[in-house]
């Protein structure tokens, strides 16, 4: 068979895909049992077996080659001047075909399984004005304790004196703890690593990803390190198949909190409290500088200096990124798209209703 052939094999595959795709996403029972809990597991302890002992970042590597890749392509279709469009497309069609194929089979499928809620046992309904600000009000609580635990004074910034190999060691731990609670949460592979691409990522403001076609967790190593823990444990949430984003920062919440260490604690609570905040401060803004007032000056100078070190960071090309990434969201079922992040406050205060943190 030759290759013009087979690339419009490929491409015509491509379409067969996508259809596919939107068939069983119709079952989420199905997607649930057969793939999150049968296919995925023993595909990423597949990848993790190969992949995971390596110290750097398999991934960032191959996407590295491929944009080198994709510069030589463009230098050497600008010095000779001449593009088959028809070849190039069914070329390119195939490419994305074969990705498109890899990224479902080896991952994206978990966009469609049951939502966790489902899955934990209670209800995700909408919440009310009233319920957020006595939920940021328990945030705050917790918060303010731990990190009071931690420097005896509340108006100290927290120090974390692990170093992130170490945060990222002591991620797994907390897992452990939380699999004891729900065996779903379990983690027998242990691979996140400081992404390579950690100064891109910055400027794209991104703390981190999850590499679908390597399974590895990359944080990026330059973020603050009391942000450090929390990106951590959502990473590994994406790990282990909750693909969504307000899913996965619900359990890397989870997953902090319930870990044995009180830097873990506070860095899970202050990922809570910041998303819990301005949701507040979108609908009362009231309320908002209310609560403020009663939040340690300790944690509100950590806050701002977090929001120091992503402004020293923003520039142009950072919508274009959060655009594109919005747009890959929500093509996989995430209507809400860059915005579903912020959606974990539906899910921890419904999870929470019954009992204080």
Sequence with gaps: MNKEKTYKILSAILI??????????????????????????????????????????????????????????????????????????????AFLSVVYFIFNVGWGLNYYRNPINERLNFENTEYSKTELINFTKQLITKLNSVQKSITLNDS???????????????????????????SDFTIKNKSVKKSLLST????????GYLNPFTNEA?????????????????EIAHQIGIASENEANFVGFLAATHSDSKYFNYSGYLMALRYCLSDLYRNDKVAF????????????KDMQN???????????????????????????????GIRSYSKMVSLLINYYKTSAL
């Design 218 to 234: 990359q944080v990026n190593r330059l973020i603050p390190k009391n942000n450090y823990a929390a990106t951590a444990c959502h």
């Design 200 to 207: 891109p990522l910055t400027y794209a403001g991104f703390a």
């Design 16 to 93: 067969f895909q996508w259809a596919f795709y939107q068939f069983v996403a119709q079952y989420p029972s199905f997607i649930e049992s057969y793939y999150s809990k049968g296919i995925y597991p023993i595909i990423s302890n597949i990848l993790h077996f190969t992949l995971g002992w390596i110290p750097f970042s398999f991934g960032d590597l191959l996407y590295f080659l491929l944009v080198v890749l994709l510069l030589l392509s463009l230098f050497k279709f600008i010095k000779n001047r001449k593009l088959d469009v028809i070849k190039t497309l069914y070329k390119s069609l």
């Design 306 to 336: 977090s929001q120091n070190f992503w402004m020293s960071y923003q520039n142009r090309s950072e919508k274009y990124f959060k655009w594109f990434y919005d747009f890959f969201l929500k093509a996989n079922k995430q209507k809400d």
């Design 156 to 182: 100290i910034v927290v120090e974390n004196p692990m170093n992130r190999t170490i945060i990222q060691e002591n991620a797994f731990k907390s897992y452990e703890v939380l699999g004891k609670i729900n």
């Design 289 to 300: 500088e209310e609560l403020k007032l009663t939040i340690n000056k300790g944690i509100l």
